[in-house]
């Protein structure tokens, strides 16, 4: 729906060096659709209005440096701080706030200092903030909106980028974001590395994932529940034996048979780095 909508407007589609007061943002389902609309006649516009809903009371910049980041994404404006790294977090929530300033302020309450918040529509935006290699607990951030502001939220985390790269990676990962939205799982919290991950299987036709599945995982383990739940649980603790035998509750030896047994029946060491790589893509859902 996405692609064919901009092929065939796409003329009228708003880009970066148009007047912000012309861009009209209009949502179907998680896509918005920015056009610019000076450029479609009236009837384009009749067309498009009844096919979409028109994206109205996006919340505002709150700070001057809001705006300029505001202006850098939206309207063409200069970087504000090109020589730094910075991190975005994307927000989906299920429907408006009736209370945007509280949210603001609990939200960045659980960012670093100086976080950036822009809103992209009534429901959609982004928190941008210096990379600095701390820790930040997503999923609780997602209980705490969901607890405190009576709303389904889902996050993607993306990666750090400065410079003339900062505009595109985040363009790149709005892009990622709404594909996995589009799957309608209960995840919450997405990160830019598993949701490319998802782009790479879905760029695998179904033939071939399905012969890749079935040449290496014979019906003995796919049938084997507790086998397949193990090598999950070990590929999920970064291939350490401890943390997936205490997740497990199995004894180390335990744990290392049924290491030994998956090797044996599909030939795959998951102790080696590239192999579990591999099984990781096997055992993604498609």
């Known amino acids: 729906m996405k692609s064919t909508i901009q092929s065939t407007f796409h003329y009228a589609l708003w880009k970066k060096s148009d007047l912000i007061e012309e861009r009209w943002t209009l949502q179907y389902g998680q896509d918005l659709f920015h056009f610019n609309r000076t450029k479609l006649s009236e009837g384009e516009q009749l067309l ?52 945007v300033s509280s949210f603001r302020e609990a939200v960045l309450s659980s960012f670093p200092i100086d976080t950036n918040l822009i809103w992209n529509s009534a429901t959609k935006g982004l928190l941008l903030f210096k990379s600095d290699g701390d820790f930040l607990d997503l999923h609780a951030i997602v209980e705490l909106i969901e607890a405190d502001f009576y709303t389904k939220v889902h996050l993607f985390l993306g990666v750090p980028a400065k410079g003339s790269r900062l505009y595109d990676a985040i363009q790149f990962e709005a892009e990622l974001f709404s594909h996995k939205l589009k799957k309608r799982t209960a995840q919450t919290v997405f990160t830019a590395s598993e949701a490319s991950l998802a782009e790479l299987l879905d760029s695998i036709s179904d033939s071939v994932f399905n012969k890749l599945q079935q040449h290496f995982l014979p019906p003995e383990v796919i049938e084997d529940e507790e086998l397949l739940k193990t090598i999950r649980v070990y590929l999920q603790n970064n291939l350490n034996n401890s943390q997936t035998a205490k997740s497990l509750h199995l004894h180390r030896n335990s744990l290392q048979y049924r290491l030994d047994k998956f090797k044996t029946l599909t030939g795959i060491e998951i102790r080696d780095f590239y192999q579990a790589v591999f099984t990781s893509l096997l055992l993604s859902p498609k």
């Open 48 to 99: 498009l209005s009844v096919l979409f809903t028109e994206v109205t009371n996006v919340p505002k910049p709150h700070t001057p440096t809001e705006k300029t980041w505001y202006q850098f994404l939206y309207a063409n404006g200069p970087h504000p701080d090109e020589s730094t790294a910075y991190t975005t977090v994307h927000f989906q929530l299920e429907h408006g706030l009736d209370d």
